[in-house]
């Protein structure tokens, strides 16, 4: 989604800004700007419809040695995309750049209007620099931290935002409501950003904006405040990312790297938490006792996308852990609108790479306001949803920098089944009853190697054959299930083939009407109590012509188009292997169909607007 970028000190501000905006392209974005001021107070705006790459040839006509500015990449909400709705946005001397939504914005404009101000977008952010404007104009003294706090008195909605007054070049105002922002600190110079990769290289110093908080940014240093300017102590942080976590060290795309990098991944996530020594799994961010560990009585699982698909897997394996525990597993966007009640003894695992997405933030807070425990499932360190939870989990899978989440899903699943784990030992479950699951999942970085190189050459293959339908079904039994719809979801979001995952015992309920020539299904086939079921789906799709990709880890004689045959010793993980065999198979696609595999068309990496 938008990304935002600051600079204040020595260095050639443009440089540093273009250098961060590319940093966040990775979220998605359809137009990027920047301003940068000189001491006398000129402002050089400029801005580009498309890539950073636009920007950087108008950047190139217009270089400056300014030391002071703010940037953005933009992801079209109020308006097209266009230069014209592109951020920064300009009202007198005020410059503003924001993430978020103004909810109030017309009622704001309409008030602007009447004493006098027109405007240039159909953006909301405009409407806000508007609005700073008629506050900073109309003191005697020019204060951007009073203009800015005074008009986010009045906003309604979530922001991130960073302002620049031209006439006073020595400070930048940055604020955040449900929007993230940190701030990079060095000596003599400031940087800000929305997502702290953009930081990464420049400093590890960091102060996390919380909601509420306005900061000055100066080459001195920062001053905190709240949103009614009273000083607010600052805490800095040491920032864990580095250069490696986000470069693509050799691979074509960002996507393949992170399919590839699933085995080391995954250790750093199991890594001290599965003790195949004594047999138990150990979660140390919980905040649990054992006792209230053991009085666990159902567990809401809430998320968005592929954290909704790994909380629907997870959901089966916790649910066989213990017989004790009840599993309902949510869409955030759903359940944080709808009346809904929760048995007692309810934990809720709050599911996010990002740790930023916005419906899955406020379902936190609605749970918290109920008195509900929330634990975190997060990757994203210092992220908004890791900070905001009771106790959780860091999944630890580094910078997930493409947009279509891979290696995330496969550490949310483990790291939801070691939380059904610990709390199936805390009921008393016995060592065997949990053994199996913590062998498989030391297991399987390993299985996952071994499945990538007997495979990846053979998923390459059928994505070649298939590359050039336009629609398709993925259907799967049981844990399978869950692994055919986020297959779907991967193929979509990437290759732009309509897919749709089913349960495959639903085909007869009504999407077996679809089968037809423009259609290739996907069955994912385990062999086990179910085979014979998902088998005679098969036949059936067979009997209608149609054109179907078996997945198996059965080596009985199977009547498809293309069986794609995996050996493997798991029996209750092998669904996370097929997982990433259909990660593959939709990079593979997306190449094959020319796509923009990292970005693609209209996503955003992480949603921060509902
Ligand atoms: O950062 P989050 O895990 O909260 O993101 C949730 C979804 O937006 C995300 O999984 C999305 O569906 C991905 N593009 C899927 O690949």
Redesign the pocket.
Known sequence: MCGIVGYIGDRNAQEILTGGLRRLEYRGYDSAGIVTTNDAGKATRLRAKGKVAELDEKVLAHKKTDHVGIGHTRWATHGVPSERNAHPHRVGAIYLVHNGIIENYRDIKELLTTKGYAFNSDTDTEVLTALVDLFYKTQSTKNLLAAVSEALQMAVGAYGIAVLAADSPEELVVARKGSPLVIGVSEGEVYVASDPSALVGHTDQVIYLKDGEIATCRREGVELYDIATNVVEKVVEKLELDLQAIQKKGFDHFLLKEIYEQPDTLRSTLSGRVQLEGMYAKLGGLNMSDKELSEVEHVLVV?????YYAGQLASYYIEQCSDKVTVQVAIASELRYRSFNLPKNTVALV????G??AD?HACLRELQKRGIRCLGIVNAVGSTIAREVDGGVYVHVGAEIS???TK?FTSQVAAMLLFGLVVAQAKGAGKQEIGAYLQELDALPDEITRIIEEHAEEMKQLAKTYASYEHALFMGRDTMFPVALEGA??LK?ISYIQAEGYAAGELKHGPIALVDDRFFEVALVADNLLYEKSMSNLIEINARGGHTIVLTDSDKPIDAEAVVRISTKLKLLSPLLFNVLLQLFAYHMAVERGNDVDQPRN?AK??TVE
């Open positions: 998320g968005c996308g592929t954290a599911v996010s790479q990002s930023e997405t899955t947009v279509a989440s995330a979801l991967k979001e996503l992480s949603v």
